[in-house]
């Protein structure tokens, strides 16, 4: 049983540059999250998808986005990068439940700098 | 003030001992709760669900004061392979996207 994957592990690009980061959920789920974590800090919540779209976002410029596809994969984008992006990027993937409080399961992490 | 708090330690703590976290959560609403275990530069892993009544599974603990909006974590017994961050984690509920703290760094000392 596949956990949580991502790609690439490592990457590093320069200010200004754009990234796409990759996520495959757990089997059999079907939301995914992304958070990014800094060095020394807990993971911070970037945005939620399910069914396609972007279900929740918490406190994120509009140079971060997302994807989601129909296989439930999901893809984060960020643009015009800054030196402050550099980070642990996570996903999450969990199984949406109106009825009951699902945990999330993280996958090993993009990390990424910022040159 | 901080959604969700946690005592950055370091605890240093001899193998054998007890060792009880506290994190408190400033979101009334907050209806989901969790504690992840981190290794130094891995991926945060499901530690325990925190429930309403409490609940153990194995040398841990985890309770949930709701009145005083804060979760505690104990772990008994505590081995070498214990040392690692402890992170907290709240939500709405469901599978909304969690809320976490800065962590609790535990070192369990031979």
């Known amino acids: 049983d596949a956990g949580v994957t991502q790609s690439p592990t490592h990457l590093i690009k320069t200010r200004g540059q754009q990234v796409t980061l990759r996520c495959s959920p757990k089997s059999g789920h079907d939301t995914v999250s992304w958070y990014q974590q800094a060095l020394g800090q807990g993971p911070q919540f970037i945005f939620q998808?399910?069914?396609?779209?972007?279900?929740q976002r918490g406190n994120f410029p509009d140079r971060f986005s997302g994807h989601q596809f129909p296989n439930y994969s999901s893809e984060l984008n960020v643009n015009a990068l800054l030196l402050g992006d550099s980070a642990l990027y996570l996903c999450?993937?969990?199984?949406?439940?109106?009825?009951?409080?699902?945990?999330?399961?993280f996958g090993d992490g993009t990390r990424l700098s910022i040159l | 003030r901080k959604e969700v708090e946690q005592d950055p330690g370091p605890f240093n703590v001899p193998e054998g001992a007890t060792v009880a976290f506290n994190c408190t959560y400033s979101n009334s609403a907050s209806q989901s709760f969790f504690w992840y275990r981190q290794d130094c530069r891995k991926e945060p892993k499901l530690l325990m669900s925190?429930?309403?009544s409490g609940n153990e599974d194995g040398r841990f603990t985890a309770q949930l004061n709701r009145a005083s909006q804060y979760i505690s974590l104990l772990i008994r017994d505590s081995k070498l392979s214990d040392s690692a961050t402890y992170l907290c984690a709240c939500g709405g509920g469901g599978a909304d996207g969690l809320t976490f703290g800065k962590g609790t760094h535990l070192i369990i000392q031979p």
């Open positions: 925190v429930y309403s």
């Open positions: 999450a993937s969990s199984l949406l439940s109106e009825h009951s409080n699902q945990p999330q399961h």
């Open positions: 998808y399910y069914e396609e779209e972007e279900r």
